[in-house]
């Protein structure tokens, strides 16, 4: 088990800043799995798996784009109706990745929910990934570079990174309701340094 883990933290030490102890990285292997996964990609499944998150960064603009233009012209507040659907979408999302997995731990809720992202984004910094806690850094954003993409400023970025975030929290939540999953007290499209994400597993309690 020990040299499992110490294998796998050297494979991520290659593309990843690590900081948590081999204690705190029970599960270094998964993530070591789904950098094998990435690599093993071809540049064009690479290309069209970033095309489909820019996809959705452009509907996200295009709904984004709707509502501002409903409250200017009409002088109302849409954007907590707005919130509350999309926060709800994205929980039933997290519930349906959920029937994917037999478990619903840290590690399940890794495997299936985050793991696809991990050779994507550039940049993260691994704290805390075992049966108790998951922690970890981003500080390079895909969705951030394309709404740079498509031409928004860094204060309207600003305005819209709580709306467009508050997706991650809700999936999370719903893979599995009895986990701890922690507002992200920091966001990059916020002009923080970095988004944190934090989730516990207190058993239930």
């Known amino acids: 088990m020990a040299k499992r883990i110490s294998e796998s933290m050297k494979k991520i030490k290659q593309n990843k800043e690590v900081r948590g102890s081999e204690e705190q990285m029970q599960h270094a292997d998964c993530i070591a799995a789904a950098l094998k996964k990435w690599e093993e990609m071809t540049p064009l499944e690479k290309e069209l798996y970033a095309d489909g998150m820019r996809g959705r960064v452009r509907i996200f603009l295009q709904w984004w784009d709707c509502l501002k233009a409903i409250e200017e012209k009409f002088n109302i507040n849409v954007m907590d ?3 509350e659907v999309r926060y709800k979408a994205s929980l039933e999302t997290g519930k349906k990745l959920a029937k994917k997995s037999k478990k619903h731990g840290i590690k399940d809720l890794y495997n299936v929910c985050l793991a696809g992202l991990e ?3 550039k940049a993260r910094v691994w704290f805390e990934l075992n049966d108790r806690r998951l922690q970890y850094w981003v500080k390079w954003c895909p969705p951030h570079q394309f709404f740079k993409e498509f031409g ?3 204060e309207e970025i600003k305005e819209l990174a709580e709306f467009y ?4 929290e809700a999936l999370l939540r719903g893979f599995n309701p009895k986990l701890e999953v ?3 007290p920091r966001i990059i499209m916020r002009g923080d340094s970095h ?3 934090i989730v516990e597993d207190h058993g239930g309690e």
């Open 81 to 83: 109706i707005a919130k």
């Open 152 to 154: 928004r400023s860094d």
């Open 165 to 168: 975030c508050l997706q991650d």
């Open 195 to 197: 988004c944190s994400y």
């Open 182 to 184: 922690f507002d992200k």
């Open 119 to 121: 050779g994507m984004s």
